[in-house]
């Protein structure tokens, strides 16, 4: 519970402060994070990898703008006449942005990486989340793993038939992935299903 109250008032500064406190608090949170959870800087680097992209394309939509002045822009090109670029004040909207999501971020993995996934659902049970919330968030959260197993089989299996020699290959390899990765998914959740309807499921996961 107190780890839970810490976060949420990190996540209220991150909203709330500037640039320079995020980017301070960054810098601080991502080592303590990388000594709280044991792990290497480059497997928390990997970590951080796998949400960037979504935050790029979030940034790139926000720092594009167009203008039928070029001089409105501090980086402009032609497009259809008039000018798309960068503007001051995206610019500024981007950094602001990129440090509080950023920031958010980092806080997230703080808490997520220090606190048992047990305990986090305890927590939303004991501050009285409604419980298909906390359901929905078990099941999510099993599937995770479920989803990631599957790639890493389907994935070692392919590189195994060379699947991944050639840009051809691997187009085709990654296509085939995901068709069998998509089915495989739903027999492992049905199989869940099965198994949960012969323990008598009423609908509701103990808690």
Same mark, same amino acid.
């Given at each position: 519970?107190?780890?839970?109250? !810490?976060? $949420?008032?990190?996540?209220?500064?991150?909203?709330?402060?500037?640039?320079?406190?995020?980017? #301070? $608090?960054?810098? !601080?949170?991502? +080592?303590?994070?990388?000594?709280?959870?044991?792990?290497? =800087?480059? @497997?928390? $680097?990997?970590?951080?990898?796998? +949400?960037? =992209?979504?935050? !790029?394309?979030?940034?790139?939509?926000?720092?594009?703008?167009? %203008?039928?002045? !070029?001089?409105? /822009?501090?980086?402009?090109?032609?497009? &259809?006449?008039?000018?798309?670029?960068?503007?001051?004040?995206? /610019?500024?909207?981007?950094?602001?942005?990129?440090?509080?999501?950023?920031?958010?971020?980092?806080?997230?993995?703080?808490y997520i990486l220090s606190v048992p996934f047990q305990q986090i659902l305890q927590?939303?049970?004991?501050?009285?989340?409604?419980?298909?919330?906390?359901?929905?968030?078990? #099941?999510?959260? @099993?599937?995770?793993?479920? &989803?990631?197993?599957?790639?890493?089989?389907?994935?070692?299996?392919?590189?195994? @038939?060379?699947?991944?020699?050639?840009?051809?290959? %691997?187009?085709?390899?990654?296509?085939?992935?995901?068709?069998?990765?998509?089915?495989?998914?739903?027999?492992?959740?049905?199989?869940?299903?099965? %198994?949960?309807?012969?323990? &008598?499921?009423?609908?509701?996961? =103990?808690m």
């Open positions: 519970m107190k780890k839970s109250a !810490a976060y $949420l008032c990190l996540l209220l500064v991150c909203f709330l402060t500037g640039p320079l406190v995020q980017g #301070l $608090l960054i810098l !601080a949170i991502i +080592p303590l994070t990388i000594y709280t959870a044991k792990v290497t =800087p480059q @497997r928390y $680097l990997k970590w951080l990898m796998i +949400p960037l =992209p979504f935050l !790029a394309v979030s940034l790139i939509t926000i720092l594009m703008t167009t %203008s039928p002045n !070029a001089g409105d /822009l501090l980086i402009s090109l032609p497009f &259809f006449g008039r000018f798309l670029g960068i503007s001051a004040a995206s /610019l500024d909207m981007g950094m602001h942005l990129f440090f509080r999501s950023f920031s958010c971020l980092v806080c997230t993995y703080l927590v939303m049970k004991r501050a009285h989340f409604p419980l298909l919330l906390i359901e929905l968030t078990m #099941l999510m959260y @099993r599937f995770i793993f479920i &989803f990631l197993d599957e790639v890493f089989i389907l994935k070692r299996s392919q590189e195994m @038939r060379f699947g991944f020699n050639g840009l051809k290959n %691997s187009y085709l390899s990654l296509g085939m992935m995901i068709k069998l990765l998509f089915l495989q998914t739903f027999d492992r959740f049905n199989k869940m299903t099965l %198994s949960l309807e012969m323990k &008598f499921f009423n609908g509701d996961f =103990p």
